[in-house]
């Protein structure tokens, strides 16, 4: 069935000119797309700000486990040590990126591997696995969602053509051809890990840089793997960004790990989230699993951290 929709594709595309191949492409793509949105931004955010006691013990005691600990520069930021465990990731084409290239410039992690595509994006996971034992942490740079000209943000990592990734189920994978390259963290991540080809620590920190990652995302993440994950609902940057004095390029340097997440056209402050009286749209979304005895997840708690994030 699906190569003959790839033959049928093929030959409409061929019989087509340039700016009619253009047309069908944009079209197609758009329906992918829309497929993989959420019905609007900031679901599954909280609508206040706060960080709850059950996460930040989390945290605390995942910063125990590692023996990683903090200490306060000269340029007021909180700086880490002993902290170069777990696997970066970045996105194939997006190693060109300055603010990318800072954060992974401080070598805040033991192994970096980089991924096209949801197949691509598991077997990371497993080669990291396989070589140093159980994932303690995730440090993940890439290119997200767009904003402009719609709702939601998508519950997913794109790949490197833009939907061919990693999402949070099989509900959010597009429909028909665009599953193509494309792999859910519920059931194909799940499955590695239930093989044992894919381990995450006891106590884990997943961290996202993407633009506009759904809340769901994380949830399902946390959920599957047992760590404390975090994504960016809105637009993702690094946040200090001036150069305009020598204190202020080094906050940039040293402040890598800083990152903010914020609505960033106007037509995302005026979408369907907004009128039922979310007032803190595109800000960082954190789940902390909390397991029972066994080490099973019984439940995620869901916070809205505000426009800053302190990465580890």
Not at 282 to 305: A, C, D, F, Q
Request: charged fraction near 25%; glycine fraction near 10%; include cysteine.
């Amino acid at each position: 069935m699906k190569t003959s929709k790839i033959a049928l594709l093929a030959v409409l595309t061929l019989g087509l000119n340039a700016n009619s191949e253009a047309s069908l492409f944009s079209f197609i793509m758009n329906r992918f797309l829309k497929d993989s949105f959420s019905k609007f931004h900031g679901e599954g955010l909280p609508k206040r700000v706060g960080q709850s006691k059950t996460a930040l013990e989390y945290r605390k005691d995942f910063m125990d486990r590692m023996g990683i600990y903090s200490e306060v520069d000269e340029l007021g930021i909180e700086q880490f040590y002993n902290n170069k465990i777990g696997l970066a990731l970045i996105k194939k084409g997006n190693d060109d990126e300055a603010a990318f290239n800072t954060v992974l410039a401080k070598k805040d992690y033991r192994a970096l591997m980089d991924w096209k595509n949801g197949p691509q994006f598991i077997s990371a996971l497993e080669d990291y696995t396989e070589k140093y034992g159980c994932i303690p942490k995730i440090t993940s740079v890439s290119h997200g969602w767009t904003s402009e000209g719609r709702d939601g943000e998508g519950n997913g990592l794109t790949g490197d053509k833009g939907i061919n990734g990693i999402y949070a189920t099989d509900k959010a994978l597009p429909n028909s051809l665009g599953r193509f390259g494309t792999r859910s963290l519920e059931e194909h991540l799940a499955e590695k890990i239930n093989e044992g080809r894919i381990q995450f620590c006891g106590s884990c920190v997943a961290q996202f840089y993407a633009c506009n990652v759904g809340a769901k995302f994380a949830s399902t993440f946390s959920k599957v793997t047992g760590c404390q994950t975090v994504v960016a609902t809105g637009q993702n940057s690094p946040w200090f960004q001036s150069t305009r004095t020598s204190e202020d390029r080094q906050r940039v340097y040293q402040g890598a790990h800083y990152w903010k997440s914020a609505a960033g056209v106007w037509a995302e402050s005026k979408t369907e989230a907004n009128k039922k009286g979310y007032d803190a749209l595109g800000t960082w979304y954190r789940s902390t699993p909390v397991k029972n005895n066994y080490g099973r997840v019984e439940k995620i708690i869901s916070e809205n951290l505000g426009g800053k994030y302190i990465s580890l």
